[in-house]
Each structure stands twice: as C-alpha cells, then as structure tokens.
C-alpha cells in the first residue's frame, strides 16, 4: 500500500504539474483543457497524501495487520464498500475532505 500511495501521489503530481506548465506555457497558451486536466491530477494527487500519511502510522505502529483483519473476514462486503471509496479518489479534494471531518471528530470526541 506504502508503495501505491506513495506512487499514485507523486505520479499524479508530476502529470499535474507537466500539464499545467503545457497549459499555461506551452505553444497556443493558454490552453484550457489542459490547465483543467493539470487541476484534476492535482486534486486525485491531493487526495493520496491522507492515504499515504495513514498507511505510514500504520506501518510505524505495527498495527498494519490488525486494522486489515477484520476486513479480510468480510471479505465480499469489503470489496463492495472499497469500490465505492476507490471511485472517490476521483472525485476532486474528496478524500482529503473526508480526513480532515475525521481528524476534528476525533479531537473533539478526546477533547470532550
């Protein structure tokens, strides 16, 4: 996972950046469909970041195994819920959204 995340973040970052420069920069700039494509990788890269902090806790814990268990049991259901949640990497800022409404229940609920 450490390897996807990592991965899928620099490679949508690298895409976004080199289309962005093309867009605004290149010959004919600026070209919009370029620039919108170089904002759509930005915000599918943006959205590993979350994945890619968490999976490293994990990896540091040693906990990795112990937070997949459970989802290896039900396995079918899992599959399902996961194809959901993959298809919201796509969607733009998505997954860091839903990270950060995480990260401040969670410190509301330890603060209350």
């Known amino acids: 996972m450490l390897i996807e995340f990592a991965g899928a973040a620099a490679l949508a970052g690298a895409l976004a950046g080199l289309s962005l420069l093309s867009g605004l920069f290149g010959p004919g700039h600026p070209v919009l469909a370029e620039i919108v494509l170089g904002g759509v ?10 994945l890619l902090v968490y999976t490293v806790v994990l990896i540091r814990a040693g906990t990795a195994h112990q937070e997949v268990a459970p989802e290896l049991e039900h396995s079918q259901h899992s599959q399902r819920r996961y194809g959901i949640q993959q298809f919201l990497l796509l969607v733009p800022f998505a997954v860091l959204v839903l990270a950060v409404v995480q990260a401040l229940t969670r410190h509301a609920r330890r603060g209350a």
């Not at 990788?41 to 979350?50: K, R, T």
């Open 41 to 50: 990788l930005s915000s599918i890269a943006v959205n590993y970041v979350p």
